[in-house]
């Protein structure tokens, strides 16, 4: 028995990682119980695994087993802590754009705990990894988790598995839903966005790699696993993680040119980039919704629909326009003004409209789209419109510190918002937290991908280069995908960007000290 607790004290850490790793990814956003009643953010079981784990670490700490010294991150960590919580007084004493009432403290409180719970994570990762095999088991049970996350997510959208998601308030009470054809695959996770994010990372990671391993099952494996993560990337038609994804694996290949050659780079970042347009222009609803933004239906139905027109005989002849935008006759309808009823984003295939009182009488009201919704899309619009304009003025409110947590889409102070979204996640720093949570979170990231660059060259083994490489354009992917939607608040996400980022910092500790050859 003293052997085993031995045994258990001396690797409890580790299993702690792998239970996260595979966990996280894999159980479903499925409430426990209220935090705050009224409130999208309840407790779920893995905040409780990650507390437990948080605490096991504490008193690791507290015990000598692990150290904080040649810990990169604890610093930077820190200091952002510190300014959050500054920032979050702020709020309540300064700008008071948080009420001196319980309920709306505790909503400040528990986004700001949030922050601190993602980075716990990152200390028990960083501490559990002992060697660089232990890195190796790490990166191939991802591979497995990803490929059930695959397998769901198929399940979902051809076989009719349940969904659960966080999207809105009802949602989120753990309701099943199911898909509907054109609906969004979100796997174990609480919204496509998120499963798109992650994918974005663990894409980047895996494809990668499929080229440098040398066992030819390994290859395989890879590549099946990669070919299922990227079918499913599609089925969430995440058109800014696609895009996110180009780039991250673009700049994977970038980085291991100076590792390999400029040639092999080339020629393998072609063959990945060719197959992933290829396969996203020819299936699924993603290519349509970038022909939406680009404006390719208006062009297609132009220059190549036929239209019929009725003869006197009662003949219909087809026939193609040969007529242009030049040929339209003048409007009523001033150009760029408040769009009429009956004008619609690209984006809404049905018109479902307000009721209330018109005239006297309670009846269906047509609803009238902004100028952005209608130019753009609906997404677009609202971004414009709305969330980014009010993360804005969260920011004027007190540059240094901004508004405070959760407090940039209240119509007024008093206000209680059921969720939070910028759809922006640098605007949503800065409103929330000002100059100084912005260049304190920002530079955590930023000095992870330096870290992680800076000694690429001394990493002699190319599979843990590789790692490297991948993971560093991941997290620049991530940052892409931070453009349009708020990754890093998104908790599925945030728990892997800092798990990945431990595996990242560990791989160069320990592949530059021990360079080694590794048959994969």
Known sequence: MSKLLKWLDDHILEY????????????????????????????????????????????????????????????????????????????????????????????????????????????????????????????????????????????????????????????????VLYLTPHARVLSTFGGHYDLAAYLVVVLTLFIPLIFVVKKIWVKFALALISFSGFWLLILTVSRTSFLAYLASITIAFLILATKKSWKWSLIHWIVVIFISLGIMLSFGDLSQRFSHVLKLDAIKNTALSPIKKELPSGKNVAFLDIGSNSDMPPTTVKPGSTPQPGQKPSDVYKEVPLYGTQSGTYAAIPRVYSQNAVSYDLSTGIRLDYTWPHAIAGFEKNPLLGSGYSTLQKSNIETFTEAESTDNDFLRALGETGLLGFLSFFGIIALVCYLGLRDFGKIDNLFYATIVAAISAGIIGLLVNGILIDVFEASKVAYILWIMAAILLATVKLATRQPKTSKT
Request: aromatic fraction near 18%.
């Open 16 to 175: 702690l990682s792998f239970a996260l790793l595979i966990f996280i990814p894999l159980y479903p956003k499925l409430p426990l119980a209220d935090l705050i009643r009224g409130y999208i953010v309840r407790l779920r079981l893995d905040d409780i695994l990650v507390a437990f784990a948080f605490a096991i670490w504490i008193i690791w700490l507290l015990r000598k087993k692990v150290s904080l010294k040649g810990n990169p991150l604890f610093v930077p960590m820190a200091i952002y802590i510190i300014v959050g919580f500054i920032s979050s007084l702020s709020a309540i004493f300064i700008t008071k754009t948080v009420p001196f009432q319980l309920i709306h403290m505790e909503k400040l409180f528990l986004n700001y705990g949030r922050r601190i719970e993602y980075f716990s994570v990152f200390f028990v990762f960083f501490s559990s990894i002992k060697s660089l095999e232990q890195i190796k088991k790490y990166v191939y049970v991802a591979a497995v988790v990803l490929l059930l996350v695959s397998i769901y997510g198929f399940g979902q959208k051809y076989l009719y598995w349940p969904a659960f998601s966080t999207m809105n308030r009802e949602f989120s009470k753990g309701i």
